[in-house]
């Protein structure tokens, strides 16, 4: 590598391909960053895109470039870890603006047999859908701590 870079290892366990490539992303305008994987790691390589760079600035450039690799691994587990209620939130709120428990539903002459035997088909795919999803076991949420008292930040 030439003198405006640094380069590092980092293992494949704790950060997803996906995220190093956004964080590259991310850093294209300040380095050009390459990738090279290994068996269990990936090597990458950022070359500054400063005329003038201190080993210090380096250093700096790579740390800079993991904490927001880090940033970008925390936000796909984050989303991973909100996928279901995510999912469960837009749906209420799809159900309430219909109408709630009680939409207004078709007039009497839309009312066919046909009609009634396609919503009883689509009401049990949902419910059967629901009964799918649901959690089994809800994981214990841990120690509900009091309020902070007045003017403590934190």
Do not use: W
């Amino acid at each position: 590598m030439t003198e405006r870079s640094v380069s590092f290892e980092l293992p494949k366990k704790m950060y997803s391909k996906d995220a190093v490539q956004i964080a590259a992303h991310v850093f294209d305008s300040r380095a050009r960053v390459l990738l090279a994987e290994e068996k269990g790691s990936y090597s990458l390589a950022l070359e500054t895109k400063r005329k003038t760079a201190t080993e210090d600035d380096l250093k700096a450039l790579g740390g800079e470039f993991v904490n927001e690799l880090l940033n970008q691994e925390y936000r796909f587990i984050v989303g991973k870890f909100n996928q279901k209620i995510s999912g469960l939130i837009v749906t209420q709120a799809m159900f309430a603006a219909r109408g709630g428990e009680n939409p207004p539903g078709p007039s009497p002459e839309e009312q066919t047999p046909e009609f009634k035997a396609e919503v009883a088909k689509l009401m049990k795919q949902a419910a059967d859908e629901i009964k799918r999803t649901m959690p089994k076991k809800i994981a214990p949420q841990g120690t509900v701590l009091p309020p902070a008292p007045e003017g403590i930040n934190g």
